[in-house]
């Protein structure tokens, strides 16, 4: 059919069963990430009609004033994130310190790195804003995570990305093999 791609899904699993190694958690993850930021692309296209606008009172990790819509897209990535068996932990520009996953949840052995809502000054303007990503595998033995754990090479990344929100919702992501671009169709999620 024309006019008719792959979808971030088919890309997904493709090149999953071309990973000898691969056990699908990596696609576990992506996958939790672009659900989030669907929710979170719904949410700023109807931020101007919702009280999700302006300020929470809060003060980020980076001395910023925390809006309300960098609140609501921090909390949903941390809540589906943490629910998806895949992460060990994370570390959000909007949390000063490391967010572990709960001992009653299930645990993976990735780490993620996130800003829920980078350029959310722009938010009142609307001007395009966007979650940017890093995911890393916990390389050190230990039981528990600390810093060190998210303190890697930019080459040691196991995937790297944003999520672009304005008139369209984009996904730009990496693996170390080119760039994949996708753009969210809402007609069919």
């Known amino acids: 059919m024309e006019g008719i791609g792959i979808t971030v899904t088919e890309h997904l699993l493709l090149h999953q069963k071309e990973s000898p190694m691969a056990t699908g958690r990596f696609t576990r993850l992506l996958n939790e990430l672009i659900f989030s930021a669907k929710i ?22 980076q001395g910023e004033q925390v809006r309300k819509l960098d609140d609501f897209a921090n909390r949903v990535l941390i809540h589906r994130m943490q629910h998806a068996g895949v992460l060990c932990a994370m570390s959000s520009e909007e949390n000063a310190d490391i967010i572990e996953v709960p001992d009653n949840l299930p645990r993976g052995n990735y780490l993620l790195i996130f800003d829920p809502l980078d350029g959310s000054s722009n938010i009142d303007v609307n001007v395009n804003i966007g979650t940017i990503f890093s995911i890393h595998k916990k390389v050190s033995k230990r039981p528990y995570v600390t810093l060190d754990d998210f303190l890697r090479k930019g080459s040691e990344q196991v995937a790297a990305g944003y999520f672009l929100y304005g008139p369209s919702t984009m996904l730009v992501y990496t693996t170390g093999t080119g760039v994949n671009g996708f753009t969210l169709d809402p007609s069919v999620g």
Do not use: C, Q, Y
């Open 40 to 61: 979170i692309a719904r949410e700023v296209k109807k931020a101007g009609l919702v009280d999700i606008l302006g300020l929470t009172g809060e003060i980020n990790v």
